[in-house]
């Protein structure tokens, strides 16, 4: 050994003791030693400081020489945090809606139509009483289902920020600032 010391006077262990001391089962501490990670003695017995100083570098090696790059770190987190922000602002201006909001302004605009549609026959059926030509059922129906369908399809930006809680009207804090 390195410090003088004969392999006699080394502490020996079993693969039992072994696997204690490192929390591994035993039959991995014995695959570790088919991979010569651990030096053995004898049969089933192991150098202890040769087996920890290898099991440490071992793991070590695999999360990456064992080394934290703080900077590399801190600009991960920095990076994360800017990320954050920006979604953050980004709803605060109106940019973009969080998903619990669109969800709650769609499932009102569908619920809408589609009482709209479900209301189309009540509606539209006296007007139909005594109209004899197709074309003329036809444009009442379509004029009926278009009222519907445009509807549908207005788009509303002040709906979603009035549902958000995170939307900040900036041109409201201008007019504030003027006054």
Not at 6 to 33: F, G, H, I, P, Y
């Amino acid at each position: 050994m390195s410090n003088g010391k004969s392999k006699e006077s080394e502490m020996v262990l079993n693969a039992t003791q072994l696997s204690e001391m490192l929390d591994l089962t035993t039959r991995r501490v014995q695959q570790l030693a088919e991979e010569g990670l651990f030096p053995k003695v004898g049969r089933g017995k192991y150098l202890a400081i040769e087996c920890v100083k290898n099991y440490i570098n071992f793991l070590q090696s695999k999360t990456g020489d064992g080394d934290v790059n703080l900077d590399l770190e801190r600009a991960l987190h920095e990076r994360v945090k800017r990320q954050k922000t920006e979604m953050q602002l980004a709803v605060m201006k109106g940019e973009m809606h969080r998903s619990e909001d669109v969800e709650y302004v769609m499932n009102d605009m569908i619920a809408a139509f589609r009482s709209r549609i479900l209301s189309l026959p009540s509606k539209v059926a006296p007007r139909l009483i005594g109209k004899k030509e197709i074309p003329a059922i036809l444009e009442l129906l379509t004029t009926e289902v278009r009222e519907a369908l445009y509807e549908l399809s207005e788009y509303s930006a002040p709906v979603f920020y009035q549902r958000s809680k995170e939307y900040v009207d900036l041109d409201e804090d201008d007019e504030e600032a003027e006054t």
